[in-house]
């Protein structure tokens, strides 16, 4: 996961997995879609934002290339427990 070529943030035509917590972004739901070009090539990944927040957080602090196994913890989203009068 190296150079970040395109991001984009479609609204999700099926059902897909996120590739950093591996939970389904459901059909209709957006989704950051972005392209990296590594050694191994072109690459999409499909993440809620939240987690591709996340991730772009842990690739800086490992110096910008991270390998993606679908097994980190969902962010909790700030908005939502804000609405919900959660937070402070
Ligand atoms: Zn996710």
Known sequence: ??????????????????DWCGQTIEAAERYVCATY???????????HPECDEDMCIVAAE???????ARDNERPVVREALEEKGLLP
């Open 1 to 18: 996961m190296c150079n970040r070529l395109r991001t984009t943030i479609p609204r999700a035509r099926n059902r897909r997995v996120c």
């Open 37 to 47: 070009l590594d050694e191994g090539g072109w690459r999409n990944t499909s993440m």
């Open 62 to 68: 490992e110096g910008g290339c991270i390998v993606l």
